[in-house]
């Protein structure tokens, strides 16, 4: 066997290690992930500002929404904000508000446009109008168990004294708590059920690897705490903007790119050094009528983001981190180094991811309505991991809520 082939062949098997290394990192991370226990919080507790952004009439809005009315926590406001009068989500937050009056509540309409990314526009009024500096950021298609906030908080406090714990942070300290998303296939469309395979095994799976392991920021941004004075701290990474003479600092600051979750949790870790914080609650995602296409296209869009904003050598092992890729290399690597049979070593591999993924899923929802995961849906999403990888790494355009935009070097976006 020629040299060249022997040391990929090592060297494979080195990646493969660490491949599997980090699923079952993110299985054992997953096991924690039991009905958390109710804390006992005191009077004088943190308030909390809860801010849903809201677009449309997006999938299960109502219940949603009403989720965050029946949270069991002692000081919060919730503010729904909105850019049109007319948007249709309005009519539901009315109906919530009058089906609640002792709950705190507040419908904001701000149309005001600084950048490219709509969700940044829609949260600037909230920002500016909440009562509390601590503001947990849900997006509308989000529920969760009403003890998750106090959870949360708790998550934020640590160690620290209460009413330090938000003006003075400490290298270090936590500045930022977030929650895997776990998907409800709330219409069984195969798009929907193969979103669903997705974020409840794989994504799950490395989402939470990566975060116990805790060497840089990872953050989806479908349900985030933080403080608002932190994030007024921070400075624009934009390189369009640091060239303005005043360039924008605070939440404006990250408005030209379109993944301002992940931009705004790099910034608290690397500006201010604060780290990142998970609990043992998910954040329900409920999935609406996806076809397969739309499927593909959402995965395709964040690949087409990340691959501008992420080291190019990050992106491009991405593939070997998918079950088939790795299981087929991992087969011609043992067989060329060891002998073993390619297809036996090949049929254990998938075995084990499969038992593995169904694991992190079960672990997951011990403490939310079982939804399971269909196997035909897992075995599509694995066969198209490489294909979309491949569609999505060739292309710089993408479309969001309707809208064309194209993502540039730097991981700005502009209008197509």
């Not at 009315?94 to 709509?118: A, F, W």
Request: glycine content about 6%.
């Amino acid at each position: 066997m020629p040299r060249a082939a022997v040391l990929t062949a090592a060297i494979y098997l080195v990646l493969y290690g660490a491949v599997w290394a980090l699923c079952l990192l993110g299985w054992r991370a997953a096991q924690r992930y039991k009905k958390p226990p109710r804390l006992i919080m005191p009077e004088g507790v943190l308030g909390v500002t809860i801010i849903r952004p809201l677009c449309g009439l997006d999938t299960n809005l109502y219940n949603a929404l009403e989720s965050t009315m029946k949270l069991d926590y002692p000081k919060f406001e919730i503010l729904f904000t909105v850019q049109d009068e007319e948007d249709e989500s309005v009519p539901v937050v009315k109906m919530l508000m009058q089906k609640y009056p002792d709950v705190k509540t507040r419908l904001i309409i701000d149309p005001r446009n600084v950048g490219v990314n709509p969700k940044i526009n829609n949260l600037l009024g909230a920002f500016e109008q909440a009562q509390y500096d601590l503001l947990w950021v849900v997006d509308a298609t989000i529920s969760f168990v009403p003890g998750i906030l106090r959870q949360s908080v708790e998550a934020f406090i640590g160690q620290r004294d209460v009413e330090a714990a938000h003006i003075a942070p400490q290298r270090g300290d936590v500045g930022l708590v977030h929650h895997v998303p776990f998907a409800v296939a709330h219409q069984r469309t195969w798009g929907s059920l193969v979103e669903q395979a997705f974020l409840n095994t794989t994504h799950a799976k490395m989402y939470l690897a990566i975060n116990t392991l805790a060497i840089d920021s990872c953050v989806m941004g479908k349900s985030n705490l933080y403080s608002r004075t932190n994030i007024a701290a921070l400075s624009t990474p934009s390189q369009t903007l640091r060239n303005l003479s005043e360039p924008p600092s605070g939440l404006a600051a990250f408005a030209p790119f379109l993944a301002e979750d992940n931009m705004i949790a790099l910034a608290l870790w690397h500006q201010l050094g604060l780290r990142h914080a998970m609990t043992s609650d998910v954040a329900l995602d409920f999935l609406g009528s996806l076809s397969i296409w739309d499927y593909v296209q959402r995965r395709a869009r964040w690949i087409r983001v990340r691959k501008r904003m992420t080291p190019f050598l990050v992106v491009a092992l991405e593939p070997f981190t998918e079950s088939i890729l790795s299981g087929l290399c991992a087969a011609w690597a043992m067989n060329n180094l060891f002998h073993w049979s390619a297809s036996l070593v090949f049929v254990c591999h998938m075995s084990a991811w499969i038992i593995v993924d169904v694991a992190v899923c079960r672990a997951l929802e011990r403490n939310v309505t079982s939804t399971g995961v269909s196997l035909a849906a897992w075995v599509l999403r694995e066969a198209l991991a490489l294909p979309i990888w491949i569609y999505g790494i060739c292309g710089n355009t993408i479309v969001w809520r309707g809208r064309r935009y194209r993502v540039l070097s730097s991981g700005e976006a502009k209008i197509a």
